[in-house]
């Protein structure tokens, strides 16, 4: 059986870009702010992760090549919304 060095394992992780932002009462990760500054999404003036997503979606609609980067954070953030404002 192959061993693991859990500090080495541990050191190569990402923490800082899944850190949760509280952005005028929505949730955003590091991450997902800096692929919405990269697209200049004004995600400061949304109300509502629903208006972050017909954001991304407008520009994935202009596209040839949809980003990766651009698509997994609309999946994130379609998500995270549908676990917030769905009653259970």
Known sequence: MKEYNI????????????????????MLTNREIEVLDRYKINYKNCNSLKEIIFEIEEIISDMDIVD???????????ERDYYQNTNK
């Open 7 to 26: 500090n080495e394992l541990v050191s190569g992780l990402d923490f800082e870009s899944n850190k949760l932002n509280n952005i005028n009462g929505l």
């Open 68 to 78: 990766e980067d651009l698509d997994y954070i609309s999946d994130t953030i379609s």
